[in-house]
Structure formats: C-alpha cells, structure tokens
C-alpha cells in the first residue's frame, strides 16, 4: 500500500505541471491552426484581385 501512496503523492506533486504543459501545447496547436487560416485567407483574396493593404 505505501508504494501507490507514493505514486499518487508524486502524480499530485506533477498534476499542475502537466496539466500546464497540456494547456500550452492546445494553445499552441490552435495558434498554429489560426495563422495558416489567416495566411490562406489572406493569399485567397490577395489572388483574386482584393488587396487589404495597399
């Protein structure tokens, strides 16, 4: 019994630490997603013929 009190002491020690690093990589994914997007839209309306800056 003392060895699963240890393992369930260290997962709540690193639960935070974890659950930071999830968090992180989401945003990041969902940041990437959302460039490319804006980037395509962007090159779409570049290409026929709308120019949004100049």
Do not use: C, Q
Not at 7 to 29: F, I, Q, S, W, Y
Request: glycine share 10%; proline share 2%.
């Amino acid at each position: 019994m003392n060895i699963i009190d240890d393992m369930r002491g260290t997962l709540e020690k690193h639960m935070p630490l974890l659950l930071g690093l999830l968090v992180a990589l989401l945003a990041a994914r969902a940041l990437k997603k959302m460039f490319w997007t804006a980037f395509g839209m962007y090159w779409a309306l570049r290409a026929s013929g709308i120019h949004l800056w100049g």
